[in-house]
């Protein structure tokens, strides 16, 4: 049973929007935080953004201002809401939860940005 489902990937056009789900089981989902990951090809996985239990938020540099995480806890699920999308965004975007002293992944959606 998958305890991390991301959904929500596809192809969009540069300057366009898109919205990544995650739901979690709830023993994760109610550990100390959530958040998005992304990895290219051949590159490191890399922060996307983050949100605590407490709704506290963080962003990589380079999607301050584009991206947003939020969490609905009546339903398990983190959201990452992507707009004015870039070419550069491209990659397969992961879910991850920190529960339990340990780091928990999702199979990964992946997000196609086209010129």
């Known amino acids: 049973q998958a305890q991390l489902v991301e959904s929500g990937g596809g192809l969009v056009q540069a300057g366009g929007s898109l919205r990544l789900s995650c739901a979690a089981s709830?023993?994760?989902?109610?550990?100390?935080?959530m958040a998005w990951y992304r990895q290219a090809p051949g590159e490191q996985r890399d922060l996307v953004a983050r949100?605590?239990?407490?709704?506290?938020?963080n962003y990589a540099d380079s999607v301050k201002g584009r991206f947003t995480i939020s969490r609905d806890n009546a339903k398990n699920t983190v959201y990452l809401q992507m707009s004015s999308l870039k070419p550069e965004d491209t990659a397969v975007y992961y879910c991850?939860?920190?529960?339990?002293?340990?780091?928990?992944w999702g199979k990964g959606t992946l997000v196609t940005v086209s010129s």
């Open positions: 949100i605590t239990s407490g709704g506290s938020t």
């Open positions: 709830g023993n994760i989902f109610r550990g100390d935080a």
């Open positions: 991850k939860g920190e529960a339990y002293g340990f780091g928990y």
